[in-house]
């Protein structure tokens, strides 16, 4: 009847068919099926009146909001609760809109939305569906003003409402229900002046009367509808509640020869749109937007405090002052270690959706996990920005979240970091920002006007001198970006900018003041703040203006000192203070504050006293010359050595350390650092004339790089000693697996205290041929017995090895214990102090080559030992100085995971299942491939050959067993020992990476303890000290792909793979599938207290060529990454 009303378009009758509003009737199981087969309806019936008028009609799916809500709490007494997730309402919608396009609709219209959070979950579907292979179709999308205040129920203003949906760039867009034509006419004329999509308008038949009933005749709305037509208001028009086939006919015969409005063609170009409630826009003429930066757990003591305590509704005074005191948009951060990120944003962003007065502002989601930044689009019905991506992690991961962000409709901050670092040059920071700035308009098809970026304020007034240009570098690029990426926005984090002067407050914010005000005018448009604390430029005492004004603009060397001297002598309005030494009774952390710029500027002086020397060095050379009579310039270096640790590794300390040794023996060191490709090497050392290389490496794969390299400098007839040390080296994989490849000297060395007298026999024409000789004969032999050993070993065959395994009666035993949780939990910026008593200083006093002698071996007793006693006091005196000022000082950052899934063995293998699976009949989402021991054991052992499947449940016992993961680092690490390096510290240098080290297995042997108590809590009431836990005298192992256990660093993909590991802790792998940073720790977790650690040991080829089965993998592949296992020569 609609259809040959005049109806053009006629909707499915599907408003309600979610599963989630089906619930109510129990049908929610049928949801797929009421959309197909209502679409297959009005198909037919349309199709029908097309083929009979010769007109063609249209089918629109109708996707109503559902009978729950993401943005309004059905709990009076629990503003932050909700019955529904997005991404419930996301699985939802493409069920709905799955049945919808099956049935043969054309349009799909999100209508009747009273909610815009839930409307942005159905566009999400849509997306998601059309991503997946669906043929796109045009969007409808129709809001609904419940009554003349012109708001949705959820709050937001029509206007907010357009901005808050038009990334879907739906083709119309509109209102319909709840109000009649008269009443919806002012809404629409709003919406039409800020969308360039057709606007849609289907009222109601006027207001119901007491009865629920319509009055309003055909002819009464067709006037109305019409006088919309006649002002050129709408595109698309219609009936809703109320409306019969007469309301349509009377409709089409008073519109039918009216013009259509004429979408404006740019509506807000130039502008960036945001909304919370209300609209946001800022555009070329609008002022600087202040971001406030107290809700943020990192930032504002008073906020964390809350939060951690778990009271928000408190915190939102805290968002509530910002917004009073002329916040603009809210920045919400809630990354540390001791929350759960995704839970805490999602729980504060709900809060607030509960505040009209917060929530009329945008919020900017922050945080450097993006799992984080997810919960927090998922919360908000505007539209928001989120801070931040950047390109660290390479192309491939900043276009996945760029899509993700634009598929949630958010605008986006990103950050001048590349895969090399932060840009700190006016002109790396233009390439970094011009970069992504195409990626993101051409790639991922961003609105210009949505991309902001932050080129990197950077701390000034350090007393470095390579920091003095930082906010000149800034205020130079954003010139060039605003001229050269149009539509682009400019922002930055304001107190990055002074953290030199922690604790002066007024110098602070004078500081930030006069930089905004020459930021604000080369371009800058917006920053994080505290809201109401910014000083006006002309209200700023003139000497201290002055003083920013030279440290700003890098006018004066001894700006910063002068600086200094003003905050001792001068309170924050300018008078005199009285100076006492009331400092000295403060914490530790405000002390330390205090002389931050002082050490700082120490460490610069002893770098211009050592600049200071060299000049007299070279005149006491040009002296000596001039003795000698000599013309050419005599090299005062016994010789150059080239070090490196190869590529695909970032393990350094011991490299380091023997640089050091040959440097104080007058050799010249030419340190390239950590992953460093063969070319690099091999042109380092032609370029340097060097007379040795030396390759360093920790994790095994590192030994195939070393094999490479070899064979390159065989290949470019490269003739000089190479040398090779490193945990992973040995003499034996040197004689066998290099020095074949290599025609002149291959020499495995120790330790550092080996290598001066190694290279000096090298480079001595009297000694190097004996000792060549000799090296040659020693490694011959060597290869004569390991290759003597392959024969003499036996093995089981791989059928045999699983039939002597470690069997474990598992219905007899306890049921495992199931974990707290299942999924991740992210630890960021985890409290260092937490983990000093956990320090093992074994391996510490190892690095340095103290080894204390029976029975001083052990730490604290090394102190006791004759030969090293004293050195090792004093290095770890040393240790415990610096340790102190890491933690305090925070110059490193522990983050970690762990995460837990339900696990069944099968065979060799470990499978890892969803929460709610069924193991039996379930996909596994993740499996974890073992190695067993095959090496025969002495006829008189009983034991067992083991594999770490052995320790968990088998698929076929019906026992539901458990294992988890772990990944922690400190970072920052390698940063302040470059620093030290930079400031000729070489020790300090190398004492930091053995401190970062010794934290990373701290945090990893600390964590497991909460595991085992709290996390998954299988021994609940253990009760160790720490020598039982270096005795591993508790239930349960942590093995770690790569070591003996499982040696296959490949393992570490399924980890990353499975716990998004890089994604949400910052911890990367490299190509050789060692960590970065260095200092981190992996591993899985077995809760059987039956399990152990064990090494797998050599294995024979049936095993190897099983195992390449399993994981899908070449033989030759596997063979290359289990190398140093293979119980058979694999050449």
């Known amino acids: 009847e609609y259809l040959m009303a005049g109806a053009d378009i006629i909707e499915t009758n599907t408003f309600s068919s979610t599963r989630v509003a089906q619930a109510d009737y129990g049908l929610e199981h049928l949801a797929y099926r009421l959309n197909k087969c209502s679409a297959e309806v009005a198909r037919k019936a349309a199709d029908d009146?097309?083929?009979?008028?010769?007109?063609?009609?249209?089918?629109?799916?109708?996707?109503?909001?559902?009978?729950?809500?993401?943005?309004?709490?059905?709990?009076?007494?629990?503003?932050?609760?909700?019955?529904?997730?997005?991404?419930?309402?996301?699985?939802?919608?493409?069920?709905?809109?799955?049945?919808?396009?099956?049935?043969?609709?054309?349009?799909?219209?999100?209508?009747?939305?009273?909610?815009?959070?839930?409307?942005?979950?159905?566009?999400?579907?849509?997306?998601?569906?059309?991503?997946?292979?669906?043929?796109?179709?045009?969007?409808?999308?129709?809001?609904?003003?419940?009554?003349?205040?012109?708001?949705?129920?959820?709050?937001?203003?029509?206007?907010?409402?357009?901005?808050?949906?038009?990334?879907?760039?739906?083709?119309?867009?509109?209102?319909?229900?709840?109000?009649g034509a008269l009443e919806m006419r002012p809404f629409i004329e709003t919406l039409g002046k800020c969308t360039s999509a057709y606007v849609l308008c289907y009222p109601n038949a006027?207001?119901?009367?007491?009865?629920?009933?319509?009055?309003?005749?055909?002819?009464?709305?067709?006037?109305?509808?019409?006088?919309?037509?006649?002002?050129?208001?709408?595109?698309?028009?219609?009936?809703?509640?109320?409306?019969?086939?007469?309301?349509?006919?009377?409709?089409?015969?008073?519109?039918?020869?009216?013009k259509p409005r004429v979408p404006p063609a740019s509506i807000s170009e130039g502008y960036m749109l945001l909304s919370g409630l209300e609209p946001f826009r800022i555009g070329p003429y609008t002022n600087f937007v202040n971001i406030g930066e107290r809700c943020n757990v990192a930032g504002s003591r008073k906020f964390a405090k809350l939060i951690m305590a778990g009271n928000y509704e408190e915190a939102l005074s805290v968002a509530k002052a910002q917004v009073e005191m002329g916040a603009q948009v809210l920045d919400v951060n809630m990354d540390d270690g001791m929350l759960d990120g995704p839970s805490a944003m999602t729980r504060f962003c709900n809060f607030i959706a509960s505040e009209p007065d917060i929530a009329k502002v945008p919020l900017c989601i922050d945080s450097s996990n993006f799992a984080v930044i997810e919960a927090g689009l998922k919360c908000c019905q505007g539209k928001c920005i989120v801070n931040s991506i950047s390109l660290k992690e390479g192309e491939d991961d900043f276009l996945e979240k760029a899509r993700k962000i634009k598929k949630y409709g958010a605008a986006v901050v990103v950050m001048a970091f590349d895969e090399v670092g932060q840009a700190t040059e006016t002109n790396n920071k233009i390439e970094v920002c011009t970069r992504a700035y195409h990626l993101l308009v051409k790639k991922v098809g961003f609105n210009p006007n949505d991309i902001i970026f932050d080129p990197n304020i950077l701390t000034i007034g350090t007393g470095m001198e390579e920091?003095?240009?930082?906010?000149?570098?800034?205020?130079?690029?954003?010139?060039?970006?605003?001229?050269?990426?149009?539509?682009?926005?400019?922002?930055?984090?304001?107190?990055?900018?002074?953290?030199?002067?922690?604790?002066?407050?007024?110098?602070r914010e004078a500081m930030h003041g006069v930089f905004l005000y020459h930021a604000i005018k080369f371009g800058m448009d917006m920053g994080i703040v505290n809201a109401g604390s910014l000083p006006v430029y002309d209200d700023i005492h003139k000497d201290l203006l002055q003083l920013c004004e030279d440290l700003i603009w890098?006018?004066?060397?001894?700006?910063?000192e002068k600086l200094l001297r003003y905050a001792q002598t001068h309170g924050t309005g300018g008078k005199k203070a009285i100076q006492t030494d009331e400092w000295r009774n403060g914490p530790v952390e405000e002390r330390l504050e205090y002389a931050l710029v002082k050490v700082i500027k120490s460490a610069r002086v002893m770098k211009k006293a050592v600049g200071y020397l060299i000049p007299f060095m070279e005149k006491e050379r040009e002296e000596a010359r001039a003795l000698t009579g000599s013309v050419e310039e005599e090299d005062p270096y016994q010789g150059t050595i080239v070090l490196a640790t190869v590529k695909g590794d970032v393990h350094d300390i011991g490299k380091n350390i023997v640089g050091v040794v040959l440097g104080c023996n007058n050799f010249r060191v030419i340190d390239l650092g950590v992953m460093t490709p063969c070319d690099k090497i091999l042109r380092a050392a032609l370029d340097n004339k060097a007379d040795i290389i030396g390759l360093s490496g920790l994790i095994t794969p590192s030994l195939d790089e070393m094999i490479f390299v070899a064979k390159e400098m065989e290949r470019l007839d490269i003739k000089i000693p190479l040398l090779i040390g490193?945990?992973?080296?040995?003499?034996?994989?040197?004689?066998?697996?290099?020095?074949?490849?290599?025609?002149?000297?291959?020499?495995?060395?120790?330790?550092?205290?080996?290598?001066?007298?190694?290279?000096?026999?090298?480079?001595?024409?009297?000694?190097?041929?004996?000792?060549?000789?000799?090296?040659?004969?020693?490694?011959?032999?060597?290869?004569?017995?390991?290759?003597?050993?392959?024969?003499?070993?036996?093995?089981?065959?791989?059928?045999?090895?699983?039939?002597?395994?470690?069997?474990?009666?598992?219905?007899?035993?306890?049921?495992?214990?199931?974990?707290?949780?299942?999924g991740t939990q992210v630890f960021e910026d985890y409290d260092l102090q937490r983990l000093v008593d956990y320090i093992d200083w074994k391996p510490f006093f190892d690095v340095w080559q103290l080894r204390g002698k029976y029975p001083n071996r052990g730490f604290p007793k090394i102190f006791n030992d004759k030969t090293v006693g004293e050195e090792a006091k004093k290095v770890y005196?040393?240790?415990?100085?610096?340790?102190?000022?890491?933690?305090?000082?925070?110059?490193?950052?522990?983050?970690?995971?762990?995460?837990?899934?339900?696990?069944?063995?099968?065979?060799?293998?470990?499978?890892?299942?969803a929460e709610d699976a069924i193991p039996q009949s379930a996909e596994p989402v993740a499996k974890f491939y073992g190695l067993r021991q095959q090496a025969e054991?002495?006829?008189?052992?009983?034991?067992?050959?083991?594999?770490?499947?052995?320790?968990?449940?088998?698929?076929?016992?019906?026992?539901?067993?458990?294992?988890?993961?772990?990944?922690?680092?400190?970072?920052?690490?390698?940063?302040?020992?470059?620093?030290?390096?930079?400031?000729?510290?070489?020790?300090?240098?190398?004492?930091?990476?053995?401190?970062?080290?010794?934290?990373?297995?701290?945090?990893?042997?600390?964590?497991?303890?909460?595991?085992?108590?709290?996390?998954?809590?299988?021994?609940?009431?253990?009760?160790?000290?720490?020598?039982?836990?270096r005795r591993i005298r508790y239930g349960g192992i942590r093995p770690a792909p790569g070591y003996p256990s499982q040696p296959d660093h490949t393992e570490k993909l399924t980890m990353w793979r499975l716990g998004h590991i890089e994604e949400t802790t910052g911890i990367t792998l490299t190509e050789s599938l060692a960590m970065a940073p260095a200092s981190a720790v992996s591993g899985l977790y077995f809760a059987n207290l039956k399990s152990k650690y064990f090494s797998v040991g050599k294995i024979s080829r049936d095993q190897i060529e099983d195992y390449a089965l399993r994981k899908n993998m070449s033989v030759d592949e596997v063979e290359r990454w289990l190398g140093p296992i293979l119980g058979y020569d694999a050449d």
């Open 49 to 179: 009146v097309t083929s009979q008028t010769g007109i063609k009609r249209f089918v629109a799916g109708s996707m109503g909001p559902t009978n729950k809500t993401l943005s309004v709490s059905p709990s009076v007494e629990r503003p932050d609760y909700r019955n529904i997730t997005f991404d419930e309402l996301v699985e939802a919608y493409q069920e709905q809109a799955r049945g919808l396009l099956d049935g043969g609709v054309d349009i799909l219209l999100v209508e009747t939305i009273f909610d815009t959070a839930n409307a942005k979950a159905a566009l999400f579907a849509l997306q998601k569906l059309f991503e997946e292979g669906y043929d796109p179709r045009p969007i409808f999308v129709s809001g609904t003003i419940v009554d003349k205040s012109g708001r949705t129920l959820s709050g937001q203003t029509g206007e907010a409402f357009v901005i808050s949906v038009s990334h879907a760039e739906p083709l119309c867009l509109g209102l319909n229900c709840a109000l």
């Open 206 to 258: 006027g207001l119901p009367n007491t009865f629920g009933e319509y009055d309003e005749t055909p002819e009464m709305t067709a006037m109305h509808i019409k006088n919309f037509a006649l002002d050129g208001l709408v595109n698309v028009v219609g009936g809703c509640c109320g409306t019969t086939p007469a309301h349509i006919r009377e409709i089409v015969e008073a519109v039918k020869n009216c």
């Open 467 to 507: 920091h003095n240009l930082y906010a000149v570098n800034f205020i130079n690029a954003i010139k060039t970006i605003k001229a050269t990426l149009p539509g682009a926005k400019i922002s930055g984090g304001l107190s990055n900018l002074s953290f030199s002067f922690r604790g002066m407050e007024a110098i």
């Open 554 to 560: 890098n006018k004066d060397p001894e700006a910063t």
């Open 726 to 822: 490193g945990a992973t080296t040995s003499r034996t994989h040197t004689a066998v697996k290099i020095a074949p490849r290599y025609s002149a000297p291959v020499i495995h060395v120790l330790d550092a205290s080996k290598s001066v007298v190694v290279c000096s026999q090298l480079l001595d024409e009297n000694l190097k041929d004996d000792f060549f000789e000799e090296i040659i004969e020693e490694y011959e032999d060597i290869r004569q017995d390991h290759y003597e050993s392959l024969k003499e070993r036996r093995y089981l065959t791989l059928d045999q090895a699983r039939k002597k395994g470690f069997h474990v009666d598992w219905l007899s035993e306890p049921p495992p214990v199931k974990p707290k949780f299942f």
């Open 877 to 913: 005196d040393d240790a415990q100085t610096m340790l102190k000022e890491l933690i305090s000082k925070k110059k490193i950052q522990a983050r970690g995971l762990v995460g837990f899934w339900p696990a069944q063995s099968v065979q060799d293998d470990i499978h890892l299942y």
């Open 937 to 1029: 054991k002495d006829s008189a052992s009983t034991d067992p050959y083991y594999c770490l499947s052995d320790f968990i449940a088998p698929l076929e016992s019906g026992i539901r067993d458990y294992l988890g993961l772990f990944a922690v680092a400190c970072f920052g690490v390698d940063e302040l020992s470059k620093a030290y390096e930079e400031q000729y510290d070489v020790y300090s240098s190398i004492m930091a990476k053995a401190l970062g080290d010794r934290l990373a297995e701290a945090f990893a042997e600390e964590l497991h303890e909460r595991v085992r108590k709290d996390l998954w809590a299988y021994s609940g009431s253990e009760q160790l000290d720490v020598a039982d836990l």
